[in-house]
C-alpha cells in the first residue's frame, strides 16, 4: 500500500503476469477508495520491462517506489532500483548499486518512515547465513538490516515580507532543476491552519 504525501490517498501496488502488461511479471497499480473498493488496474509502463518487476514498496516521505527487476542491467540476477513519483509522472528507475544490490537476487527492498533502517531479502553468499556452504547452490535467502539515510530533511517557513508576520494558508511547491535547466513541479504543499512544511529531498539534486 502507498499513501501521498498526506496519508491520504491510497495505492496497491501489486504484481501480476496478467494480460496487457510488457512481459513475465510487472508492476500495476489501483486507487483504494474511501469505501475500500479499488479501482481499475493499471500497468506502470514508465517502470515495467519484459522480464520480471516484483516485490514492490512504496516510500511515503519520498514518494518512491522500490522494486526488484531482471529487465535493467545489474550486477546479477534481480537488483532493486527506485522509481521518484513526481505530480503527474515516475521518473526513470535508478539502480541502487553495491552493496546494496549484489551478484545475486536482491529483493523485497524496504524503508519505513519511523528510523533509517533499511531490509532486504538476497541469496547472496555469506558466513553468517544459516544454510549457506560453498558446496550449495545460492538458493536460501537470508534477510539483511542496514542503516539507509534516502533524504534530506527541509523545513519551510513562510512569512509577510511587508510585516514579517507568520503567512498562513499557503501553498508551497517544490521543483528539481534537471541539468538541461529545466524544471519538474515534485511536490505542491498547501497547510491552511500553519505556516510550516516539511519536505523529504534527495541528496545530491537541485530544487526550488
Known sequence: IGYDRNGENETLYFTTDRPGGKGNLDIWSCKITADGTLGTPKNLEDINTEENDVTPFFHQSTQTLYFSSEGYQSLGGFDILSAKKTIDQWRAPEHLGSPTNSGFDDLYYAIFEEGSKAYLSSNRPDSSAIFWDETKEACCYDIYAFDQKLTVDLRVLTFNELDSLELIGTKVEIYEILASGEEILIDSVSNPSG??????????????
Open 195 to 208: 505556516n510550516d512544511f516539511d519536505f523529504a529531498l534527495l541528496p545530491g539534486l537541485k530544487y526550488k
